[in-house]
């Protein structure tokens, strides 16, 4: 298993523009994750899922925002009718419970999106 | 809610010293995790240490390890013979627990500490 991945790296679109992220989380953890980190300031929750089942939304995540987890596998994040204040990067994460409590998440590398 | 509070945006220390960064959080929560994230230049995050609220003993990992005050509400990283690789930002995380299915296992983070290690 080669970790999270997420696809693309970076992202220019131009304001208005639709764009969709990929992320494959680690096989065997049923649990992924969306945050959107800004400069300077610590990672923001956007959504969660458990399996293929959406459980919670951040007010961040405004309707131009969607995500979807088929199948409980890889996710997408879509965001429609980009606007500048989307520009930041998106990050990634999955997660299960271990034998040993819980591990914490393991972030993949992040798609940098910048909107002009 | 929970907060996390990180007060210290950036810091230095030189190789092969001792630095200690600091993290304090609000919650009415009793049971929890608390983590410490790196972050390198190459910006994927890594998870370097972790803490549940209900063991009194610090957490340690090799050179990593924390000093956990729970009444105080604080959780600092030291770092020991800090290494050049050590350069990144560091973010203090918060967790609210699992057990019982009380968790939906979101991290609430500070803003980071930018730590230069300089050789």
């Known amino acids: 298993d080669t970790g999270v991945s997420q696809d693309p790296r970076h992202k220019i679109t131009k304001r208005g523009q639709n764009v969709t992220f990929r992320c494959d989380p680690i096989?065997?953890?049923?649990?992924l994750y969306w945050y959107r980190q800004t400069l300077g300031q610590g990672p923001e929750f956007l959504t969660y899922?458990?399996?293929?089942?959406?459980?919670?939304k951040s007010r961040l995540l405004s309707d131009r925002f969607s995500a979807e987890r088929p199948k409980g596998s890889f996710s997408t994040l879509e965001i429609q009718r980009t606007e500048q204040g989307d520009s930041a990067m998106y990050l990634c994460?999955?997660?299960?419970?271990?034998?040993?409590?819980?591990?914490?998440?393991?972030f993949g590398s992040g798609t940098r999106l910048t909107v002009v | 809610a929970q907060t996390v509070t990180q007060s210290q945006p950036e810091m230095s220390v030189q190789e092969a010293e001792t630095v200690t960064l600091s993290c304090t959080y609000d919650?009415?929560?009793?049971?929890?995790?608390l983590f410490w994230y790196k972050q390198p230049p190459s910006r994927q995050m890594i998870l370097v240490i972790r803490?549940?609220?209900?063991?009194?003993q610090n957490a340690t990992e090799n050179r990593f390890s924390v000093n956990f005050q729970k009444a105080a509400k604080s959780f600092s990283l030291k770092i020991s013979d800090s290494q050049l690789g050590d350069t990144a930002m560091y973010f203090c995380?918060?967790?609210?627990?699992?057990?019982?299915?009380?968790?939906?296992?979101?991290?609430?983070f500070g803003k980071g500490t930018l730590l230069t290690v300089n050789p």
């Open positions: 994460a999955s997660s299960s419970e271990g034998t040993s409590g819980y591990r914490g998440y393991t």
């Open positions: 096989s065997e953890h049923n649990r």
């Open positions: 899922f458990q399996n293929e089942a959406q459980l919670e």
């Open positions: 919650t009415s929560e009793s049971n929890y995790y």
């Open positions: 803490q549940e609220a209900y063991k009194q």
């Open positions: 995380a918060f967790m609210k627990h699992g057990i019982g299915g009380g968790s939906n296992y979101k991290l609430t």
